[in-house]
């Protein structure tokens, strides 16, 4: 009588397994080949601290940053007619993967140009502090934009308006469902098929106002903001999405921002 080594329920469970663990691989592959972003918002008080932190973005950490491989660093402030004007100042940094993300600060602490070069940040007391807070979100990219675009405009960064939003979902299923409706519906084609420059979209994974999305569109001007909106909210594709019922209800809060870029940002 023949003994064979594996039963064939074994030799099936095996299979799975087997499948399994590549389904595994390759998923791990997809989100590897997708940028990470983490957006820092400065919190800050009168012009003094302004000053020193774009002092120390321009002259030290944006340098640093392309020291350690990183290539574009986007550096933002609200519009004027923003109540955030003056107070806040947003920074964007695109990583290839989360690796890079866990080791840049290290890499930083090593960099004996930034050290000196950022001192004036970098070694303030706790009586004269270069900012109040810094708030953190990290995003991973949409598939169906998994690296940062570069905008191409040719008004000046005072001109230029970029805009900030964040969808919140009420659960969790909603909030997928939001981000389905960007990648396989097609509002991230929509977007880019119109002109919008878009940097990012990107999924929350860490966060204060989770689950949510985030993406950055840009434009010209204001003019162009509004010309590019009129557009989109009257485009056919789009008007037959927002009526698919198997999105409704899928955001419960639309924050948005309206930014301009630095003139020392690299986006």
């Not at 918002?41 to 002092?55: A, C, F, H, L, T």
């Not at 950490?61 to 933002?76: C, D, E, K, L, S």
């Not at 080791?103 to 000196?116: N, P, V």
Request: charged share 25%; no cysteine; glycine share 6%.
């Amino acid at each position: 009588m023949k003994n064979p080594r594996f039963t064939k329920p074994q030799h099936l469970t095996l299979v799975a397994i087997f499948i399994m663990g590549l389904l595994f691989v390759s998923s791990l592959s997809m989100a590897q080949g997708r940028d990470i972003y983490q957006i820092k918002v400065y919190s800050i008080e009168g012009e003094k601290q302004e000053q020193r932190i774009d002092n120390y973005l321009k002259k030290a950490y944006i340098p640093a940053m392309h020291r350690a491989g990183i290539n574009h660093v986007g550096v933002f402030k609200p519009v004027e007619s923003d109540e955030q004007a003056g107070k806040q100042i947003y920074v964007l940094v695109p990583f290839k993967s989360i690796s890079q993300f866990e080791k840049i600060e290290s890499e930083l602490k090593g960099d004996k140009k930034y050290l000196a070069d950022g001192s004036d940040y970098i070694d303030s007391d706790h009586e004269n502090t270069p900012f109040t807070r810094i708030e953190s979100t990290l995003l991973r990219a949409f598939k169906t934009m998994p690296e940062y675009g570069i905008p191409k405009h040719t008004t000046s960064s005072s001109e230029k308006v970029y805009e900030l939003r964040s969808y919140e979902g009420a659960t969790e299923k909603l909030y997928e469902k939001k981000v389905q409706m960007f990648t396989d519906g097609g509002e991230t084609r929509i977007f880019k098929e119109l002109g919008f420059q878009p940097v990012f979209f990107g999924e929350v994974i860490s966060g204060g106002t989770m689950p949510n999305l985030m993406y950055l569109t840009t434009f010209e001007n204001t003019a162009s903001q509004d010309e590019h909106w009129k557009a989109f909210q009257t485009a056919p594709e789009w008007l037959e999405l927002k009526t698919d019922q198997q999105y409704a209800n899928t955001v419960s809060k639309n924050v948005k921002r309206f930014l301009h870029p630095t003139d020392y940002s690299d986006l």
